[in-house]
């Protein structure tokens, strides 16, 4: 068994999404992040910075924190989406997603969505960036089925979940069509699907 421990963020699906693709058994368990259940000592023990996700493999008795080190690990220990020969590459793009794309659009978010108005500089900084990340995605996806090449790996599954906002980036994804065609395919896979609604079964991935 493993325990998700987890909020409806775009970090947390990237988790969830792996392990519906992998068919593993799961239990979440749900973090208020508003209610700062994530600052709670029992929760430190595990996080010791405090962010989600986490899982603890309860059959290996061990826990992991940082969703990249979390898919590596879900990925290695089942044998799916990080091919041994295509790791390099992988690699790559799940630290771009990691270092680049997460916190940029993170940032995006903060300015955009949840605190426009505040910050003119703030939001035409990080608005400048997240456009530029969706031209770079999509110049890669020009000649990439894939981000790390012609397969479906953990890397897509980090990435993914943050174009998913792509409602509150108001860039307009449907004018990227490699990333559109890319966002789209992995939308409609069931176990993106069933990853994305893991504390709501009514969401389902917006298209664009």
């Given at each position: 068994m493993i325990e998700l421990f987890?909020?409806?963020?775009?970090?947390?699906?990237?988790?969830?999404?792996?392990?519906?693709?992998?068919?593993?058994?799961?239990?979440?368990?749900?973090?208020?992040l508003?209610?700062?259940?994530?600052?709670?000592?029992?929760?430190?023990?595990?996080s010791p910075f405090s962010k989600i996700p986490v899982i603890v493999d309860h059959k290996n008795n061990e826990s992991i924190f940082e969703s990249g080190a979390i898919l590596i690990y879900l990925a290695e220990r089942y044998n799916k989406f990080y091919e041994a020969k295509d790791r390099n590459v992988i690699?790559?793009?799940?630290?771009?997603?990691?270092?680049?794309?997460?916190?940029?659009?993170g940032q995006h978010h903060q300015f955009h969505h949840y605190n426009p108005g505040k910050s003119q500089?703030?939001?035409?900084?990080?608005?400048?960036?997240?456009?530029?990340?969706?031209?770079?995605?999509?110049e890669r996806l020009s000649s990439s089925k894939y981000l790390a090449g012609n397969n479906y790996t953990i890397a897509d599954?980090?990435?993914?979940?943050?174009?998913?906002?792509?409602?509150?980036?108001?860039?307009?994804?449907?004018?990227?069509?490699?990333?559109?065609?890319?966002?789209?395919?992995?939308?409609?896979?069931?176990?993106?699907?069933k990853g994305y609604?893991?504390?709501?079964?009514?969401?389902?991935?917006?298209?664009?």
């Open positions: 987890s909020a409806d963020t775009p970090n947390g699906k990237k988790i969830s999404i792996l392990l519906e693709e992998i068919g593993c058994d799961f239990k979440v368990t749900a973090l208020d508003l209610k700062d259940d994530q600052f709670k000592t029992d929760f430190k023990k595990i690699n790559q793009w799940l630290m771009a997603q990691m270092g680049t794309i997460g916190p940029m659009l500089f703030g939001e035409e900084r990080f608005f400048k960036i997240a456009k530029r990340l969706y031209g770079e995605l999509d599954i980090a990435t993914w979940p943050w174009i998913a906002r792509h409602e509150w980036h108001d860039i307009g994804l449907k004018n990227y069509k490699n990333l559109s065609r890319w966002y789209i395919d992995i939308s409609k896979r069931k176990a993106v699907i609604q893991f504390m709501n079964k009514k969401e389902f991935p917006p298209q664009p």
